[in-house]
């Protein structure tokens, strides 16, 4: 779980409706966060956005304990503050609130309650992206993959495969490069590799540490390589005639392989494009 800039800015929002300042603060405090007195930044508005902004900016969105810290944070101010006072069903911007964090992999169902997980959740930040055109696309493959764990991990499998090839699709696009609509992964990442300046050529040799930076990017590439190959064994396609025998944990494998590179090469696009950077 990570959760997104995106959904901190609806927990400003659903602050700003619902809470005091001194409330917002009881929330953020009760779990340990302190707020960042010295917080100015002239594109959050509001007294009670700039509050919770301020102890958002002092969180070290990088420690997955104080993730999960601040999803208590948010669960607190949703069963203080969005539920029906007679039925405790969910008002309208805490559904937002709450479909924004399950986006996000954290371990709530769509009532705002946590669900035990026993391993590390289907998520990917992705509303950190606004380069995406359509993030719902990857969106839908995240779901499939978090449904298709247990009961369906050959669809999970699939679906981590398709969540690699529709991202490479997004950036080929962006740059205006073809491809063929019967592409496979391999094809879609050598290229999207190659656009991003992310292949193992593109590494100058003559820097410091440049030959363990081609083993890296190299990896990535074997990775999408061997993705192809679990989804042709264990995944769903081609016709089979027999039931595939993959496991709950052959899924979360493909999963985890996936998101590495799908996370890598979303990173690098953003920031490629923020510096009106395009292929060669």
Known sequence: MRISKRTQQIFGDFCSTHGVLRTIREVFEAEGF????????????????????????????????????LLRVYLHAIDDWGRDYLD?????????????????????????????????????????????????????????????????????????????????????????????????AQDLYRNTARALKIDREAVPGNKK??????????????????????RNELGLGHGKTKNSEALERHARLAFNASRTVVEFVLQTWDQRRKRGAGPS
């Open 88 to 184: 405790g069903t969910l008002r309208p911007d805490a559904v937002r609130l709450v479909r924004a964090l399950r986006r996000d992999g954290a371990p709530i169902d769509e009532n705002g309650n946590l669900v035990d997980v026993e391993t590390s959740p289907v998520a990917l930040p992705l509303d950190d992206f606004g380069r995406l055109s359509q993030p719902d696309v990857l969106f839908k493959h995240l779901e499939r993959i978090r449904t298709g764990l247990k009961d369906d991990p050959a669809l999970a499998i699939a679906s981590a495969k398709e969540l690699l090839e529709s991202t490479c699709k997004f950036v080929l696009d962006d740059y205006g490069i073809s491809y063929s609509s019967r592409a496979g």
């Open 209 to 230: 540490g440049s030959e363990s930076a081609r083993k890296i990017l190299q990896n990535l590439a074997t990775t999408v390589q061997a993705m192809a190959e679990l």
């Open 34 to 69: 302190s707020e960042n007195e010295d917080f100015d930044d002239p594109k959050v508005w509001g007294e009670r956005r700039t509050l919770a902004a301020s102890f958002h900016s002092a969180i070290d969105m990088d420690d997955e304990s104080q993730q999960y810290r």
